[in-house]
């Protein structure tokens, strides 16, 4: 007997994990920035750290990736988007196979606030005895201008994320499409077979993964010590 498939299989494994595991990252380092009293500096250090890793892998992975974790396949030019998004509103939702060209700038924003505020936090100090792994690679008050950034872009990536989340509920509760089963199972619903991915590119994707993440590590060996006091 055929086995039943439900759905086109779009997201490869590598993406899927990706993006889980981000959200817990970046969950728990805001979760240890506002708990700070009763979390471990050191895991707010490893969240956004692992978070860097993981926007590394996933820049590496929007060009060598399965056919639509790459940027080629999402990113397109305002025409295409200002009409896509026309087309919402009138709450129609094209049939699109991977990320919608909306979604695609989204998508690229949040990488990059993720990004910018994990290195941001690498050279941050919290002016008493929290500092990241690279403060002393610059003087104290440029690190005080990268915490007051570490800050600001903490507020923006709220934003962006609450936007994220309720584009996502839209696209549950009045466009009928579930983005989030897709992503957790890797198949949506209505998409020809023919724009299937036909691997996950598993092995390149854990060599990327643990090249990124040795250059950090190396970074944080060479970066000279933590003074014993700040200022
Ligand atoms: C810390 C919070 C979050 C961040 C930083 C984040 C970031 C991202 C990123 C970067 C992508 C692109 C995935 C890729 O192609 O690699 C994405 C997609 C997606 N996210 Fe999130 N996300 C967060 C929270 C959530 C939550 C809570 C949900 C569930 C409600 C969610 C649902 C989705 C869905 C369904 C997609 C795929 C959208 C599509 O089909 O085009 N995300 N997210
Ligand atoms: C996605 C990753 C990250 C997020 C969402 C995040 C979020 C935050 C937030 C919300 C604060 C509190 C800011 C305030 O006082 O209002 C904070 C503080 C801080 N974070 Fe992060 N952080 C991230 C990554 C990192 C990393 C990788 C490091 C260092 C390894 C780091 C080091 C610090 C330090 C030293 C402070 C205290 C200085 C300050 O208040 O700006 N962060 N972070």
Known sequence: MKPQTSGTLIWDIPTRLFHWVLFLCVSGAFLSAWFYQ???????????????????????????????????????????????????????????????PTGGWMILLLLLLVGAQASLGLFSNDETDSAGPFYAWVSHSTSNKLSGLHELVADCLMVAIA?????????????????????????????????????????????????????????????????????
């Open 38 to 100: 009763y979390i471990p500096f050191l895991a707010h250090e490893i969240c956004g750290a692992t978070a860097l890793v993981l926007i590394a892998f996933r820049l590496f992975w929007g060009f060598v990736g399965p056919a639509h974790a790459r940027f080629s396949d999402f990113l397109r030019g305002p025409k295409a988007t200002f009409s896509y998004l026309r087309a919402v509103f009138q709450r129609e939702s094209p049939p699109i196979s991977g990320h919608t």
């Open 163 to 231: 936007l994220h989340v309720i584009a996502v509920i839209f696209y549950k509760v009045v466009l009928k499409e579930d983005l989030v089963r897709a992503l957790l199972t890797g198949r949506r619903h209505g998409v020809p077979e023919s724009a299937a991915i036909s691997s996950h590119r598993l092995g390149l994707a854990i060599v990327i993964l643990v090249v990124c993440a040795a250059l950090l590590v190396w970074l944080i060996r060479i970066a000279p010590p933590l003074p014993s006091v700040l200022m």
